[in-house]
């Protein structure tokens, strides 16, 4: 299993990029937009965590920038009806943070806009991916102290009877407004909205 490449980047379509590795080896990997954007261009070195996808008829690797994103493509390939392809248009679409959050709000008009997902598509993925992925809506892979007690405050929201949406847009509010020094004072501050 190939989990993770460095190199320098050979070329970049819309799609996919070419990796050198210093060994001389060049792996094609197929990135969503949202991680394409954020790579180097082509000469530019790179690491990426990879996710290698093997059917009957074909092999490939998927490749992200961090792990939190990566982890969050091996939960869609769980879910019945999701494939590889499928998975890549929904990581395209939107960012992995607002996916998951997406997948847990169940909020099926956001999941429709991915190219090749109805109505019903949308509310069988989100049913069956809502829990899995509950514990992705939240982190922010750029500031994990910060992501920490944000999961800490929604959780512990969560366990006073509030709703996982009602709990995680009560703690974005209060990170938005300023960042409390402590979970205890996120969590007071979450309350009081």
């Known amino acids: 299993m190939i989990s993770r490449l460095q190199g320098t980047?050979?070329?970049r379509d819309t799609d996919r990029i070419e990796v050198e590795t210093t060994g001389g080896v060049v792996y094609e990997v197929e990135v969503p937009l949202t991680v394409l954007q954020r790579l180097p261009e082509p000469g530019g070195a790179v690491e990426i965590r990879t996710v290698q996808v093997v059917t009957d008829s074909s092999a490939a690797l998927y490749g992200f920038v961090d792990g939190h994103?990566?982890?969050?493509?091996?939960?869609?390939?769980?879910?019945?009806?999701?494939?590889?392809?499928?998975?890549?248009?929904?990581?395209?679409?939107?960012?992995a943070e607002r996916l998951a959050r997406a997948l847990v709000e169940k909020d099926h008009?956001?999941?429709q806009q991915?190219?090749?997902?109805?109505?019903k598509k949308a509310e069988k993925i989100a049913l069956e991916l809502a829990d899995k992925v509950a514990d992705l809506a939240i982190v922010t892979p750029a500031e994990p102290d910060r992501a920490s007690g944000a999961q800490e405050a929604v959780q512990a929201l969560v366990a006073l009877g509030y709703t996982f949406g009602d709990a995680d847009r009560a703690v974005r509010d209060v990170l938005e407004a300023g960042a409390p020094e402590t979970t205890e004072e996120l969590i007071r501050l979450a309350l009081a909205r």
């Open 9 to 11: 980047v050979l070329s």
């Open 69 to 95: 994103e990566r982890m969050l493509f091996q939960r869609l390939l769980t879910a019945s009806g999701v494939g590889a392809k499928v998975a890549l248009a929904m990581m395209s679409t939107f960012s």
């Open 109 to 111: 008009t956001a999941l």
């Open 114 to 119: 991915v190219s090749g997902i109805g109505r």
